[in-house]
């Protein structure tokens, strides 16, 4: 059964870029069709899909994001990452990734990491 | 905003039915057949419950059923129990431009 770790630094400074790598283990990242996301959740408010990255690297992203986000993937790691560039309080969340089918069903999910936005 | 609408708060008793109500609009709920349901517990990640609007995961009770009609997705928890209390949450895909959109939560409250 895959299982996924989300690791990162949980302060970042405002107008600094936030990082996290997202650790797959129990299977490969490159098999299978599964789209590899990174979704947030601010204290006590709803959930938010960042953006995801297919098994051949090609990506999509939410457009209220768009500007600032990226993500990438690391076979031989088995990773994928996402980077957010010029952060702002609104960014402090639980940042989390999860693995998902074609259409958004995210059947694993990682325990999540948070991450403070803060001078 | 959420671009789906769910009630804030649901409750029963143990025992009981409830329904959990996910509005959407004729480029989301209405369009596609893809609506998924999260059980989210205090300070856990989300779990996924129902997808493809009325599939359960291997392992996912079947005391949870989902259903679509015209812009608004159901799911319905049947013989509630103590566990099921939690924040729940409806995702539905929404085409290319803008993939997904969210629920703002539903906390249902077992009594």
Same mark, same amino acid.
């Given at each position: 059964q895959?299982?996924?770790? *989300?690791?990162?630094?949980?302060?970042?400074?405002?107008?600094? /870029?936030?990082?996290?790598?997202?650790t797959? +283990?129990?299977?490969? $990242?490159?098999?299978g069709?599964?789209?590899?996301?990174?979704?947030?959740?601010?204290?006590?408010?709803g959930? *938010?899909?960042?953006?995801?990255?297919?098994?051949s690297g090609s /990506?999509n992203y939410?457009?209220?994001?768009? +500007?600032?986000v990226t $993500?990438s993937?690391d076979?031989?790691?088995?990773?994928?990452?996402?980077?957010?560039s010029s952060?702002?309080?609104a960014?402090?969340a639980?940042?989390?990734?999860?693995?998902?089918?074609?259409?958004?069903?995210?059947?694993s999910?990682?325990?999540?990491?948070?991450?403070?936005?803060?001078? | 905003?959420?671009?789906?609408?769910?009630?804030?708060?649901?409750?029963g008793s143990?025992?009981?039915?409830?329904?959990?109500s996910?509005?959407?609009?004729?480029?989301?709920v209405?369009?596609?057949n893809?609506?998924?349901?999260y059980q989210?517990?205090?300070?856990?990640?989300?779990?996924?419950?129902?997808?493809?609007?009325?599939?359960?995961?291997s392992?996912?009770s079947?005391?949870?059923?989902g259903?679509?009609?015209?812009?608004t997705a159901?799911?319905?928890?049947s013989?509630?129990?103590?566990?099921?209390e939690a924040?729940?949450y409806?995702?539905s895909?929404a085409?290319?431009?803008t993939?997904?959109?969210?629920?703002?939560g539903?906390?249902l409250?077992?009594l």
């Amino acid at each position: 059964q895959v299982q996924l770790q *989300e690791s990162g630094p949980g302060l970042v400074k405002p107008s600094q /870029t936030l990082s996290l790598t997202c650790t797959v +283990s129990g299977g490969s $990242i490159s098999s299978g069709s599964y789209y590899w996301s990174w979704i947030r959740q601010p204290a006590g408010k709803g959930l *938010e899909w960042i953006g995801r990255i297919y098994t051949s690297g090609s /990506t999509n992203y939410n457009p209220s994001l768009k +500007s600032r986000v990226t $993500i990438s993937v690391d076979t031989s790691k088995n990773q994928f990452s996402l980077k957010l560039s010029s952060v702002t309080a609104a960014d402090t969340a639980v940042y989390y990734c999860a693995r998902a089918g074609r259409y958004f069903d995210w059947h694993s999910w990682g325990q999540g990491t948070l991450v403070t936005v803060s001078s | 905003q959420s671009a789906l609408t769910q009630p804030a708060s649901v409750s029963g008793s143990p025992g009981q039915s409830i329904t959990i109500s996910c509005t959407g609009t004729s480029s989301d709920v209405g369009s596609y057949n893809l609506v998924s349901w999260y059980q989210q517990h205090p300070g856990k990640a989300p779990k996924l419950m129902i997808y493809e609007g009325s599939k359960r995961p291997s392992g996912v009770s079947n005391r949870f059923s989902g259903s679509k009609s015209g812009n608004t997705a159901s799911l319905t928890i049947s013989g509630l129990q103590a566990e099921d209390e939690a924040d729940y949450y409806c995702c539905s895909y929404a085409g290319s431009s803008t993939p997904v959109v969210f629920g703002g939560g539903t906390k249902l409250t077992v009594l």
